[in-house]
Every structure is written in C-alpha cells, then in structure tokens.
C-alpha cells in the first residue's frame, strides 16, 4: 500500500467514509474485510484537468459518463474545466453548475472557473467564494475559432500533421509561460501552467522557477507516451491542443517529469464525439478522452522510471496540494477520505474501445498496452467501480484556503 512513510505491507480501517487507521491486523469482530494480498492499494487519483462538457454538449460528454469513465480507472476526483455552456464565470454559474454535477456525479468533483480580460475583482472573489478551485486562464487561444483554427490560420484547403505542428509552435508555448510566469512573479499570484507540451516549454518553466516564480507544471499522459511520428498509426484521436510534438519533446518531458521538475500528470479529458473525430485531419475536433487511463498509464511509466509509487504522487497527492484538498485526499492516512484504489500489478490492461466508459470510445492511446489493472475502486469507502456499487454520490469538493 502507498502510505506517506512509503510502501507498506499493512491493513486500512474504514468507517464513516473516511480512513480510520493504518497498521497490522486492524479488522475488529464483525468487520466487512476486503483481502488485497499481492495487490497495490493507492489513494483514489484526482484528475485535476477534465472537461466535462456538462452543460453545453451532451452528445459529447455529460458528468454522468465522465464520472463512470473516472472511476473505472481509479480516479475518485474530476477538476472540471469553466468551458461549458454557460462558461463559469460568476457565482451563480458555478452554484447551478454544481448542482447539476450533484445529481450525476459517481466521483468527486471539483470546479475550475473562468478569468477573462473583462473580469473583475468582485467576480473572482464570487467564484471563490462559490467553491472554485481556481481560475483558468486562456493565453492566445482564439477560443470562438474553436477547431477550425488550423485552417484559418495557415488557409490551408487540407492541412497534415506537420502544418498543425507548424501553427502551434512550441516557442509560443515558452514565450507564453515566460509572460505568464513573469506577471505571477509580480503579482504574487500561484500559476499553474496546464497541459505542458515541449522542450522549450519545460525550458522557459524551469527558468523562471529557477527566478522564483510561483509555478507549478502538468503534463498529460498522451504528450508522455506519444509523438508527432505516431500520428500515421493513432490518427485524429491524437489530434489535441496544444500538439502531440516531436520524440525530444516527449523525452524532456519525461525527464521532467523523472527529475520532478513538472509534478501532476493529468489528461485534458476532451471528448467528441466518435463520428467528429471520424472526420478528415483537418475537419476533426482536437481533443480526446483520456480519464480512465490515467492510472495505468502512471503506474507504467513510474515503474519504467524505477519507482512505482511515484505515480500516485503525480496524479493524487500532488494534484490534491495543488487544489487545497490535501487536509482530505491524495494519501491514505488517518483522517482522510477513503478514496482507494486496488490495483493487480501482474494483470496488464490493453486500451481499446470496449472497455472505455466515456460517452466516446476513441482514445490517444488505444491499442497500448500497459501492465496493470484497475480492480476495485472506492470514494469514501463505498464502491464505485469494480464491485457492487455503494450508495455513495459524487460530491462538491472545495479548497482549503490558504
Ligand atoms: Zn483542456
């Protein structure tokens, strides 16, 4: 089991929800008891960049799915990004966004909220207030373009891979961390720079946390396991913004990852559907399911790495500082919530579209196999996936505010 000391052979008492102690031979007289010998036993991930698309896309996504999706692959906290309709960018958005989330939900949830140029202090200080988890903020993304933006900026009439590459250059995404990084620095503001894509990305962080800024790095597993030389076999379910780059980009990303430079891997959960993401290069959507994957994919990389108990660093104990729910998630200790993952270490898992529970069953990473298999998951103790559903319902999770 993954415990703050480390790696440990030991039983978790559960009872209301939360984990009451950690240690040997703790099941009393009459206690339900879940044997796990030979299996790992993790805290529940927190995939802190999801999109939900609820409300706004319901033939894409909706927190139902999204939720079933998660929890499948032991991820027992969705962070919601602000871009459904209506956008959450005031109080009000959020409280109905929530309450709509309430009676869907399998997993936790959380919700980011949305800084425009246009937004003011009063606003932000709502959505707080609300529960945001924080603000997101969109750096030179022509946001009402959307998807077309590949053809309308290279007017293209049948665009490739590489042109999508050429119009979304990585020295964009370092000047863009540079100026953003460079403002938190002054303002004192923490940042939080999502969905980390390129060398020279990585290469502009580091330097500015080298400088002081207050940063903090994601990447996503498709930037970690693929490159731009996959497209010919993945296809549009790689297409994703920012892009799926070169080999070196993939490789200083996991060396970032390694060197603990970039700390939370999370997956910019973007569903389309099935037929859009049919559609020729440049006509798809970019974006692509990816929550139920987290997990495994983790899990194989950190033990390629040497270490597999890294893993539920980057996708749960991380990821729960980074969102101020490190008082109730992201380890199991007593105290915190018993969201718990029961992992087979010598069962592998082959990504393909019969076993993904989203609303779409394409995925970056289908046909790849990684060795582990999600078994049984629960959130606050009760079963959510892999056994005989508990009676619990996902709910609002909220920031300790510091
Ligand atoms: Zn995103």
Redesign the pocket.
Known sequence: MHTPEGPRQVDVHVAGGVITSVGNDLAPAGASTVDATGMYVLPGAIDV?V?SRDPGFPQKEDFATLTAAAAAGGVTTVID?PNTVPAVDADGVLESKAALARAKARVDYGLWGLVRSTTKAAELEGLAAAGAIGFKAYLGYAFSLGHKQVQYSLNLEDPDYADLLASRPAEAEAVAIAAAAEIAGASGVRLHV??LSSAPGLAAAQEAIRAGAPLSLETCPHYLWLCDEDYGRVGTAMKIFPPVRGARDRDALVDGLRKGTITIVAT?H?PHTDEEKAAAFGDAPA?SPGVQTLYISSLELASRMGDVWLAPRWVSEAPAALTGLQGSKGTIAPGYDADLVIVDPNQPTRVRPEIMRSKQRHSALDGMEFGFTVREVYLRGSVVAGGRRGRVAGRLVRPARR
């Open positions: 960049h999109h990004m999502a969905h910019d973007a974006g």
